[in-house]
């Protein structure tokens, strides 16, 4: 729980870009498919909006400009989504990395201990023609061994993102591969895409 509060916090930063084209405020549409009413998470993109497919264990909350995805089996854990404190014309080569190794230390919990860097893996989401970064490490958050992951994000040549990946070292592959399902389904929705609740 202290985890969470603490990611909750840093969602809340003042660090925040706003100019950035993606709002990250959770909504949802309502809709009927294969007779079986629902609802389909998205984030504004100016008129266009961005569909997110969610697992039935998976909570939402919207943090400062940003969005934090819970998972109730993990408590512990999180997948915090919300625009990167970088701009996305910084190269992830040469001085620049230095500017990202720092942004991804900044982005740990307050009070971690024993911070060690695990790796860094050049575009390790390979949809959407994206590039993006991730830094791996590992800290202590009082006596839990923790592992972060953070992955700085081109959605496009002006906007990056940011994805934060935190859980328990136990616990941590499940929740990177839960994060991983969530960024993966990441679509603009088509018109058609959209299929109001029937009305009785």
């Known amino acids: 729980m202290k985890i969470f509060v603490t990611l909750l916090a840093i969602g809340l930063s003042a660090g925040l870009r706003t100019s950035s084209a993606v709002d990250l405020t959770p909504r949802y549409i309502d809709t009927f498919e294969a007779g079986v009413a629902g609802h389909r998470l998205y984030f ?3 008129e266009k909006k961005i569909g997110i497919s969610l697992g039935r264990e998976t909570d939402v909350i919207a943090a400062g400009g ?10 512990e854990a999180s997948f915090l989504v919300k625009h990167s404190p970088v701009t996305a ?8 990395l230095d500017r990202y190794r720092e942004a991804a230390r900044r982005l740990l919990p307050p009070g971690s ?10 575009d390790p ?6 590039r993006s970064y991730r830094l791996g490490c590992t800290f202590a ?6 592992v ?6 081109n959605l496009s040549a002006d906007e ?10 136990r616990n941590f592959a499940e929740a990177a591969a839960r994060s991983f399902q969530i960024i993966r389904s990441w679509q603009p929705m088509l018109p058609g895409d959209e299929k109001p609740v029937r009305q009785n």
């Open 125 to 130: 989401l390979t949809i959407n023609r994206w």
């Open 89 to 96: 014309d910084q190269p992830f080569t040469g001085v620049p």
């Open 113 to 122: 201990t024993e911070v060690k860097l695990l790796d860094e893996t050049r």
């Open 141 to 146: 958050s009082g006596t839990t061994p923790m």
């Open 148 to 153: 972060q992951q953070v992955t700085f994000l």
């Open 44 to 46: 504004s993109d100016g």
């Open 160 to 169: 990056q993102l940011v994805l934060i990946t935190t859980a328990s070292e």
């Open 66 to 75: 940003g969005v934090i995805f819970r998972f109730p089996k993990f408590p």
